[in-house]
């Protein structure tokens, strides 16, 4: 299953007027800002966030997944502290323990997916990627979760990255806020990075397992967790999910000027049965 392509990947690709190997790495250099602390940015430069002008809320989000020990310890403070997320777990984790999905799923949060294999996809070629995104769709839909959002591992977006989630019905997303918690054993340094970054819209990044971090990573996650939400309770903001977070709108990667951003825009927009992906999908 692994192994399996998306040609129409590969096609929407050349298709889209994308010249060249160039044009491949370019949306990872607008997504720069992503790792920035910088409250302005650049031009050009991009981070994912929802409305800024919306109700007041904010998406809690969970990559690398699933993990036995981790995943189940998240849960239990997310239920403990009534706050909802989206989990974006590795499928090859997917099919080691699919029933921890279950648990996500009957807890109220919701499922996207960070691809089947975690690898960098400026070090993959497109094909590569093509077949990393179609095996993490085959095996989601297997377990019974189809994913609408898909998050790429390290944050790495090639033009590949985008058309293909966007072909196999995925909007990708990556962060306006996160923990880093593989940098610190402190909880309160988790919390205190994502405060600076809390605003209605926020899109927050922590990770429910240390599988590709440093070992207890997931553990500062967990205790950094009271620490947002009281933050959140201070400034009177809510967690949702990603899909109420942004409702039918698309996720737009703001504040992005420029061409890059505009291309940015135009795949989170880019109809997902175009090209005939969906159908095949459904299989
Ligand atoms: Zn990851």
Redo the contacts with the bound molecule.
């Keep these: 299953m692994s192994g399996v392509g998306c040609a129409q990947c590969l096609k929407a690709a050349a298709g889209a007027g994308l010249a060249g190997l160039a044009a491949q790495y370019v949306p990872s250099t607008a997504v720069l800002a992503q790792w920035s602390d910088l409250e302005v940015l650049g031009r050009g430069l991009c981070r994912w966030q929802g409305p800024l002008d919306g109700p007041r809320r904010v998406a809690l989000t969970f990559?690398?997944g699933p993990d036995p020990e981790a995943t189940p310890a998240i849960l239990d403070e997310l239920d403990r502290l009534g706050m909802r997320a989206t989990f974006f777990p590795?499928a090859s984790g997917v099919e080691t323990y699919p029933d921890l999905l279950a648990d996500i799923a009957r807890r109220g949060h919701a499922i996207g997916t960070?691809g089947y294999r975690?690898e960098h996809h400026l070090l993959r070629s497109p094909r590569w990627i093509a077949g990393d995104l179609r095996s993490a769709v085959d095996v989601m839909d297997a377990a019974g979760f189809h994913p609408t959002w898909y998050r790429p591992?390290?944050g790495q977006v090639t033009a590949t990255t985008l058309l293909c989630a966007r072909r196999l019905g995925m909007r990708p997303v990556l962060w306006s806020a996160w923990g880093r918690e593989w940098t610190t054993g402190d909880p309160a340094a988790v919390s205190g990075r994502i405060a600076r970054r809390l605003r209605p819209g926020a899109i927050v990044l922590l990770?429910d397992s240390d599988r590709?971090g440093p070992a207890g990573m997931w553990r500062v996650a967990l205790a950094a967790i009271e620490g947002v939400a009281r933050e959140m309770r201070e400034r009177r903001l809510v967690t949702v999910t990603l899909d109420e977070l942004v409702g039918g709108e698309a996720c737009e990667p703001l504040p992005c000027r420029g061409m890059v951003g505009k291309a940015l825009a135009v795949s989170d927009r880019w109809p997902a049965s175009r090209g005939g992906v969906a159908e095949g999908m459904n299989r």
């Design positions: 990559d690398d590795v960070h975690h591992s390290y990770h590709f």
